[in-house]
């Protein structure tokens, strides 16, 4: 059974490297041409949506009582996936 702070932890760590990942995409974006930027941009907004829910887990996960956090895992897997999914499809088209 994984502790609660460590698993927090863990999850705090994935955002920072999302935020950085977002953050080059940007600066790709910034470099692309007008009609590709506004696609690009759309696309780092989306990324961007879909990290702050995943932070939203991880706080509901900081929030929930010793017993609770479990199971709140499944949520924050889901938001996770999805996540990475996202990413996955900016950066094959950028």
């Known amino acids: 059974m994984e502790d ?7 999850l705090h760590a994935r955002l ?3 935020s950085a990942e977002i953050d080059k995409l940007r600066a790709k974006a910034d ?8 696609e ?3 696309q780092i907004e989306n990324l961007q949506h879909r990290r702050q829910e995943a932070e ?7 929030e929930a009582g010793e017993g609770a956090w479990e199971d709140l ?6 938001a996770w996936d999805a996540m990475e999914q996202a990413l996955k499809s ?4 950028f």
């Open 90 to 93: 900016a950066r094959s088209r």
């Open 40 to 42: 690009f941009q759309n």
């Open 31 to 38: 470099k692309a041409e007008a009609q590709s930027r506004i």
């Open 56 to 62: 939203k887990k991880v706080s509901e996960v900081r």
């Open 16 to 18: 920072d490297e999302w």
């Open 4 to 10: 609660k702070d460590a698993y927090i932890k863990k």
């Open 73 to 78: 895992k499944s949520g924050v897997q889901g």
